[in-house]
C-alpha cells in the first residue's frame, strides 16, 4: 500500500481529522507537503516530514517508510508482469489474508484474481492490497 493510501487510512483511524485540524498542527509549509502525498500517488515526500507525520498518528517511522517503497506503479508493473508470465501472484491484505492467484485484468482501483483452485474471479482493492509478491 502506498504512502498516500496509507495516510488516508491513518487519518480514518483518527477520526477524520479535518485540513483545518492538520494546519493547525503542522507548519504551513509540512501542510502543504502532508496534502501533496496524501493525494498524489508518486512520492512527493522528504526525509524531514516523515518524523512529524509519524508522531502526530504515533505510529513509527519506519512504518512510513515501508509504505513509502510500496507505491501504486510498483503494484500495477508487479502485477502487470505477472499477468503477461501467467504467473501467481500473492497479494497480502491489511486484514492479514494472503490471496494467491492469477491477476486476469487491472486498473486504477482493482484487480480481477483468479484464485488458485477457485472458478469464480474475485476483485481485490488496490488500497487493501498492504504488499504482494511473485509466487511463481
Not at 485540524?21 to 516530514?49: H, K, W
Not at 484464485?115 to 474471479?121: A, F, H, Q, V
Amino acid at each position: 500500500m502506498s504512502l498516500s493510501d496509507h495516510l488516508r487510512y491513518l487519518r480514518a483511524l483518527h477520526g477524520g481529522p479535518s485540513n483545518a485540524d492538520l494546519r493547525q498542527v503542522f507548519s504551513e509549509e509540512d501542510t502543504g507537503l502532508y496534502f501533496a502525498i496524501e493525494q498524489r500517488y508518486r512520492d512527493v515526500s522528504t526525509d524531514d516530514i516523515l518524523p512529524k507525520i509519524a508522531a502526530y498518528y504515533g505510529v513509527p517511522v519506519e512504518e512510513l517508510q515501508w509504505h513509502r517503497a510500496r507505491s501504486r506503479k510498483a503494484l500495477a508493473l508487479h502485477v502487470y508482469t505477472a499477468m503477461q508470465n501467467h504467473d501467481i501472484v500473492a497479494l497480502r491484505l491489511r486484514t492479514g489474508e494472503t490471496l494467491l492467484g492469477h491477476p486476469v485484468w487491472w486498473d486504477l482501483a482493482a484487480i480481477g484474481l483468479q484464485l488458485i483452485g477457485e472458478e469464480d474471479l474475485i476483485i481485490v482493492q488496490r488500497h487493501a492490497v498492504i504488499d504482494w509478491e511473485s509466487s511463481a
